[in-house]
């Protein structure tokens, strides 16, 4: 079964099902094992992955040579301007971030690093897919409907998305509306599960402590979604009635008031990044711990950073619109919360850092990228600090400062992050071995261009260029700039050309890489006691692991191997260990 | 500090220049510490032939201290921040020092229409100029502006001054500049308004006094003399 | 398809259908809490629409709310007799629940109705959008109730999925609650 299923993963990647007959095709589709979805969500991601890479490689082409046809695009009017950075935010954010962490890796992982044989909603988990898999449809097709895409911006604010006579498309900002609600459905469907998965299908022996990072990263992320989420909800569907039933939610002529959707989507909006954050932290910490050979520096410091970070997120939103004409009074407290949050993050940043001290480092592919992720995220979280507080935000707000500022965020992320897991997991996933030292040509391929994309940006803000314009030559001001921002563009071909050594990489492999063994990384936790790749139900039933310690025990003075598995059971009487 | 890249053109410029420099010392420092550290250890406990890693809780006294040290002085330079960050805030948006002059500007897909009082100073009279896309001030006098929308949400942004406000339809928001320094700059949308975002400029042409006056006898419409 | 063991568990203690079950309300309750914090925002805003909010009828707002409290003391019973084992008893009571669901959807139409007809629709005013959007809300979560507490009931009936009746219980009370909310704030504030 799993290796069919591996195998109708492929043939479901490259469109090519000529040796599966349908039989096979539905059953893979209509599977509810954990790793099939896993599998299914990580595949639509990576697909939406590459469809967000060409969006952003369009618009980059046409603000490097405006009113030039792009290659494999053609001419970029304003108005599809407007729809690829709409398509390509929400894509990425919506599409690549939240499928990537949280459900492909949440679905494969927390099962199997709890030691359980399933989710405990398996059916439930199968709906989530499905419905992401229509909302994916649904968004993908908006963007060919007449009058084009939505252009309003991934964060639609209205009147400009309430009103078609505002944004001229009529059809594709419902539509775009609607796949991001059906979107959060999904995830709302996949959460629940998540959740109560943790809390109840744990492994026997298996206390609080003793789950892993990544687990409870996904899960808190998915606490966090839905405690957020609902009040947005509440807002697209004012939204909706507002575009398609002619009432006036957001119009103020009519009694509405157009800052009511920013402060519903903010207070979804913000905790959103961390909801993405959490689980890429959660992936950074089990990939460091191995490749470090150490215990976290504070297995406790970490979850209550972490809990801290969920709980003051709910308090910052309006942050972004310190110039949206709010009660001024109003920035100066979320000025202060938006500075206090940034402490459980410092406090998070520093335990990743210092759990490095008095390892034995080896710098394989995933440790490399997720040391890079620290790297590059701290350059995101300082610049943070810059717009948090009001008076330099005056300035900042909506310049291409605030858009490298994310992307210092969200690249290592949602695209670091993955990386990490992916290549940390892989051997897991598909049974084999991906070679390193294409790995390691990926991973300069990637990070080094990625720089070179986007520390430009920061320049350009602060020199006052803004977001969302598609051509700066109407600027004065900002027409000498034209430089760097071509050097931006070339810097981003390269790195989307160093993709296709990744996809070689992948290939390759699959085809004749070597077979990986259980546990390549002699690592601790309980994924690594089942096969390479992990056969339906995980553990024979009469096998099911049981849990006697902590997922971080390397090096521990009472042993020989520099590693203790969870699950096997103490050699002799547990000598009293020290603190936890 | 942004001098070398963009005009100071305003009173505040100075000041919101100060505390995004302030905010680069502070976390430029534990950027520059955090990284160092990074790879200094990165260094130090690379894997070795025969070199075994140690086993460390994180709970240890001795090792503690050096999260909880940390932990502390980030705090004292969050409170330092958010002091400036109030300071300047308060000064640009909370505040709004007595008017020379009051001017309306108006956002609409997609351009600024302009109106300032004529010959008498005052707005809201017969002899209001109305301009689209260019308003002329005088340096050295200090403007209250009325912002107001027609459709949907833009911004009146104007870099050099360091001003930057969203013009709300339905709400008139009041806030004031003092232009420090002559010359033509650009006025920008910076909000997404639409398929006309991007060709919604303005300019700011700020003039010596002897200049406004020129441009403002010329421009008072004649019918209301 | 098989149950797996991990849905078997239960490391907290608690039956995972009725954790399951908390959750789903608490994702509801931030969705209700977004809507109605927005309403009484615009509403404080809007001291005018007391005059469009004296055309709701209240009495029909009343007679309703006495119609969801009977079907969550039904569904309470029902849920007493689930406890006991009696599944033939527990769908009775169930089945008064959904009657209780259907009947407010009647009287909830025909007051519609009316109100459309003398002009008030939703796009009337800000008033009449909240209403007809957090009202309509909440009516398509009593439908969705009534509909699962049919095939719990049926099932409860076959003496199958006893421990369904409280999770459908739990979702009725919650359905319950809001309109608890909703009622005053709609009808009553004027
Ligand atoms: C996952 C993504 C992610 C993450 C993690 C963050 C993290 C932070 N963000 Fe960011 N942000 C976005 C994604 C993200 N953001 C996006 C997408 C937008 C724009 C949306 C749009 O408009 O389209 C945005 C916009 C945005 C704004 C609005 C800007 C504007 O529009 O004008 C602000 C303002 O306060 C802000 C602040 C912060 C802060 C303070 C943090 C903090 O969490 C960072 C904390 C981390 C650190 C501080 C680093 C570690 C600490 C140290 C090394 C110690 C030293 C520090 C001090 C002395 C303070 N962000
Ligand atoms: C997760 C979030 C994310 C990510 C990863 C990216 C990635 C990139 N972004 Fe994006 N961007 C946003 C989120 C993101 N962006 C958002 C929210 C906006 C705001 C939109 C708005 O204004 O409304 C924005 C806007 C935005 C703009 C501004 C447009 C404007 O305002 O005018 C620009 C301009 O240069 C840009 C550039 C890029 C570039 C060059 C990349 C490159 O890094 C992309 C490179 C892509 C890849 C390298 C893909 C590689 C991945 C794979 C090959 C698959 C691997 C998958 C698995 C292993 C599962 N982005
Ligand atoms: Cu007006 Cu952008
Ligand atoms: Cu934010």
Redesign the interface.
């Known amino acids: 079964m799993a290796q069919a299923s591996a195998a109708t993963v492929h043939a479901h990647e490259h469109g090519s099902h000529e040796h599966k007959e349908l039989h096979g095709v539905l059953k893979y589709l209509w599977s509810t094992d954990h790793k099939v979805i896993a599998m299914q969500y990580l595949f639509t991601g990576m697909f939406m992955a590459m469809v967000g890479g060409f969006l952003a490689y369009v618009f980059r082409m046409q603000l490097a040579f405006p009113g030039k046809s792009v290659p494999l695009f053609g001419y970029v009017s304003p108005g599809r301007y407007n729809a690829l950075i709409t398509a390509h935010g929400s894509i990425m954010i919506f599409w690549v971030a939240m499928p990537v962490l949280i459900a492909a890796f949440g679905n494969f992982l927390i099962p199997l690093m709890i030691g359980a044989d399933d989710m405990v909603f398996p059916r439930l988990n199968r709906l989530s897919y499905q419905v992401f898999l229509l909302s994916v449809i649904v968004i993908l097709s908006s963007l060919f409907v007449k009058g084009g895409g939505f252009g309003g911006a991934w964060t639609a604010y209205p009147p400009l998305s309430a009103n078609a006579k505002y944004n001229l498309t009529p059809l594709g900002s419902s539509m775009w509306l609607m796949a991001v609600a059906l979107e959060f459905v999904a995830f709302l469907l996949g959460g629940i599960n998540f959740i109560t998965t943790l809390m109840n299908a744990r492994a026997p022996g298996m206390k609080a402590y003793d789950i892993p990072m990544l687990p409870w990263m996904v899960v808190l992320a998915s606490i966090m979604f839905m405690l957020s989420v609902g009040p947005l909800i509440a807002g697209a569907i004012m939204l909706f009635f507002d575009q398609n039933l002619g009432t006036g939610f957001y119009d103020p002529a009519r009694g509405g008031d157009p800052i009511l959707w920013q402060h519903l989507f903010w207070f979804f909006g913000h905790p959103e990044v961390y909801v993405v954050l959490l689980p890429a932290v959660g992936i950074v910490l089990e990939v460091i711990a191995t490749f470090a050979r150490k215990k976290l520096f504070g297995y406790k410091t970490l979850l209550y950073t972490a809990a801290a970070t969920a709980v003051l997120s709910f308090f910052v939103w309006a942050h972004h619109q310190f110039i949206a004409g709010i009660d001024p009074r109003m920035a100066n407290i979320f000025t202060v919360t938006t500075l206090i949050i940034s402490i459980p993050i410092a406090e998070m940043c520093f335990v990743i850092i210092a759990t490095l001290y008095g390892g034995n480092i080896r710098l394989s592919t995933p440790m490399l990228w997720a040391l890079a992720f620290m790297g590059e995220f701290l350059i995101g979280g300082v610049t943070g600090i810059f717009l948090g507080a009001s008076g330099a935000d005056i300035y900042l707000h909506e310049t291409y400062f605030v858009l490298a500022h994310f992307h210092y965020t969200f690249f290592p992320i949602a695209i670091i992050g993955t990386f990490a897991g992916f290549t940390y997991w892989f051997p897991k996933m598909f049974g084999k071995m991906l070679n390193d030292t294409l790995g390691k040509i990926h991973f300069w391929g990637t990070i080094i261009p990625f720089n070179f994309i986007f520390i430009p940006l920061f320049i350009l803000g602060l020199e006052g260029q803004q977001r969302r314009i598609y051509d700066f030559q109407n600027f004065p001001e900002l027409q000498h700039l034209q430089p760097i921002r071509i050097l931006a563009t070339i810097s981003l071909v390269v790195m989307l050309l160093f993709q296709f050594v990744f996809f070689f990489n992948v290939i390759r492999t699959w085809i004749k890489g070597p077979k990986a063994p259980k546990n390549p990384w002699h690592s601790n936790t309980l994924e690594w006691t089942v096969e390479s790749p992990p056969p339906h139900g995980n553990w024979p039933p009469d096998q099911m692991p049981k849990v006697y310690r902590g997922p971080y025990e390397y090096n521990h003075p009472d042993r020989e191997d520099d590693y203790w598995p969870q699950n096997i059971p103490p050699e002799r009487e547990p000598t009293p260990s020290p603190a936890r | 500090m ?1 001098h070398g ?2 005009p100071e053109a305003s009173s505040f410029a100075g ?2 220049d100060w ?2 420099f302030l ?2 010392v502070l ?2 420092f ?2 520059i510490v ?2 160092g ?3 200094w ?2 260094f130090r ?3 070795r032939p025969g ?9 240890e006294k001795h ?2 201290r ?2 909880k040290i ?2 502390a002085l ?2 004292i330079c ?1 409170v330092i ?2 002091i ?6 308060y ?4 505040h709004l020092p007595p008017a020379d002059y009051t001017v309306r500007v108006t956002g609409q ?1 997609w351009d600024w229409v302009f109106q300032q009082p004529g010959a008498d100073g005052k707005l809201d009279t017969k002899d209001d100029i109305y301009t689209t896309d260019s308003l002329h001030v005088e340096v050295n006098k200090t403007y209250h502006f009325l912002l107001e929308s027609r ?3 833009h ?1 009146f ?1 104007v ?2 001054f ?5 013009a ?4 008139t ?1 009041t806030g004031w500049f003092r232009p420090t320094e002559t010359g033509t ?2 006025i ?1 949308c ?10 919604m ?1 303005g ?1 700011m042409v700020v003039e010596t006094p002897a200049q406004h006056a020129a441009w403002v006898a010329k421009n008072t419409p004649t019918s209301a003399q | 398809m098989q149950t797996p063991i991990a849905t078997t568990r239960s490391a907290t203690g608690i039956p995972t259908g009725r954790l399951a079950i908390w959750w789903v309300v608490a994702s509801e309750i931030v969705i209700f809490g977004g809507l109605l914090l927005s309403y009484v925002m615009h509403r404080i805003g809007h001291p005018e629409w007391a005059i469009a909010q004296a055309h709701t009828h209240t009495f029909v707002g009343a007679f309703n709310t006495f119609v969801l409290l009977t079907a969550s003391f039904t569904a309470v019973k029902g849920h007493e007799a689930a406890e006991k084992g009696d599944g033939k008893k527990a769908a009775k009571f169930l089945y008064l629940t959904m009657g209780g669901a259907c009947l407010f959807i009647l009287v909830k139409s025909l007051e519609w109705t009316s109100e459309i007809l003398e002009g008030y629709t939703i796009q009337a005013n800000g008033f009449w959008a909240f209403y007809y959007t957090a009202a309509g809300l909440h009516a398509l979560h009593v439908i969705a109730g009534a509909i699962v507490i049919f095939f719990v009931a049926r099932d409860a009936a076959k003496g199958r999925n006893l421990q369904r009746v409280e999770y459908v219980g739990i979702y009725w009370h919650f359905v319950d609650i809001i309109w608890i909310f909703l009622f005053p704030l709609l009808y009553i504030a004027k």
């Open positions: 942004l890249l963009i000041n919101i505390l995004i905010v680069l976390v430029g534990w950027f955090a990284e550290v990074f790879f250890l990165i406990f690379r894997s070199h075994k890693g140690q086993y460390l809780t994180g709970h090792v503690e050096w999260i940390p932990h980030v705090l969050d921040i958010i400036g960050a109030v300071h300047v805030w000064i640009v948006k909370m897909q459709d949907v949400i911004d942004s870099p050099v360091r001003l930057k406000q969203d709300v339809p339905g709400r928001i700059f650009d920008q910076a909000k997404l308004c639409g398929i006309g975002h991007g060709v400029v300019s």
